[in-house]
């Protein structure tokens, strides 16, 4: 038996709200430079990766970050701190509003819109990335997990390098 | 008005004026991207079948590289023969015809002008025979397809010379590859600095190889007296796997380990690598005096199986590049070159350098005099005269 459309819509805005907060916690681990727990934010089995929309349309492969385990996350975050030179920012992630396109026995299906602002020391704020997640989502132990989040970037050519997720 | 640029008689010094010169940019778009040499434009593969095509800058200049109907691959001027007009605006694509939005001139793919409305009114003796699109001298080695807007340039087997042989390893033994994607730059540095720092320099920048403790393996630089260089060297296995969660990201599915990193770098300024299970090629075209934009263009092998294709993508993914664990540090160094180079001076080569009255040929590994003849090749390029005092 289905549920009254009411119902629906109350279940369906309470599920995008969830999207929605955790997508803003997603950013500010990110932006508060508190990448270690950024991994959490993921299934132990999860892909993510970070791919240019050209790459997409074309359909083609490679990314210029692509892990298939929490594991690589991990590695990212480590080669970060310990090993990788760049030049020091801050990161601003602005997001849309989730769209949630499917919710099956895999998860919830959602889309996001996202600015990234960049900010070097030379104190200039630039627009660094626009694109969108692609986002399966999972629930473990009541907690939503990104199953697979694919950032899938307009700013298809990048500015020097790109070592902070999106 | 700036002084002259006083080249130093010492052949391991090069001034840093050179990076930052405007006026000595556009003379080098005129001598070196316009002149007598290669420039590498496409890997086949990119545009592997009829009708599919590429557009490019060659220095300044728009270019189309299109895989004809009949299979051959041409490369145009993208511009309409009629009024000049840019033809084809996409990145790549596929195309039954080059149509010019602007009078409706329509090219085949072989270059061929079809349709020209209204050609009866066009002035006496207008034969559609002579409006082709302009094409430009090409030649292809493995694949790699190289252009040329001079009559002057030696054949391409000549150019590459000694570089040749690490050039066709790097692109998979016989170039049957596929493509796996870009990863698009751009770095605010001047094109020599990029081209003089990436390809192969002294492994003590990139910290990741020292956690990883896997310093590289016996190995070969050889520089060409027309500015190439060739690298061949080992990979020795990596004694910290442990230091990554996931070791397998680094792991020899397809490359003897013995060739484990081949690298070609070719003059001016394009960078062809298979290092681990990585094959790629680095198209780079100058932007300006103080800004390079690299599409970095990544490739599996006709004959990999499935898996393979999937540990390359991973690798192609995640290891080199602008965006890549062990190595974005190159991009930093780019960046941070051009910034330098604004102070007086000249930067100077030391390790490997024996003698500074002329440039050799048999450098070490990683001896960075390996430069210093492709430095000796540009001085006498760009017309410029040797101090005559140290």
Known sequence: ?166 | MNAPIQWPKAVNEIPKAIFTDAALYEREIETIFHGAQWHALAHRAEIANPGDFKTMLLGRMPVIVANGEDGKIRVFFNSCTHRGNQVEMASCGNRKAFECPYHRWMFRTNGELAICPGSEEFSPGFDKKDYGLRELRTAEFCGLIFATASADTPALESWLGAVAGTLAGALGGDGRLKLLGYQKVRYASNWKAYSDNDGYHAPLLHVGFRLLGWQGGQGSQKPTPNGHLAFESQLKPVVNRDFLKDPSLIDLKATDPESGSLIAQLFPHTVITKHMDVINVRFATPISVDCTEVHYAYFSHADDSEELVRHRIRQSSNLLGPCGMVSMEDASIFNRIHIGSFTPGNAKFQKGVKRTDEVWFDVKQNDESGNLPKWNYYCQLMGFQRSEVA
């Open chain 1, 1 to 166: 038996m289905s549920l009254p459309a009411a119902a629906m819509n109350v279940e369906r805005q309470l599920l995008l709200s969830e999207i929605a907060e955790f997508n803003a916690a997603y950013a500010h681990c990110i932006d508060d430079d508190q990448l270690e727990q950024w991994p959490e934010f993921f299934a132990e089995d999860c892909e993510y990766q970070i791919i240019p929309r050209e790459n997409v349309d074309l359909g083609l492969p490679a990314a210029i970050v692509f892990c298939d385990n929490r594991g690589m996350l991990i590695d990212r975050v480590v080669a970060l701190r310990k090993a990788n030179i760049y030049p020091a920012h801050y990161s601003r992630h602005v997001l849309g509003a989730p769209v949630l396109l499917d919710a099956d026995g895999r998860g919830l299906h959602s889309q996001t819109s996202y600015v990234l602002m960049l900010t070097r020391m030379d104190g200039e704020t630039r627009l660094f990335s626009a694109g969108k997640y692609v986002d399966v989502m999972v629930r473990e132990n009541g907690v939503l997990r990104l199953k697979n989040r694919s950032v899938v970037f307009d700013t298809h050519r990048i500015d020097t390098l790109l070592v902070t997720p999106i």
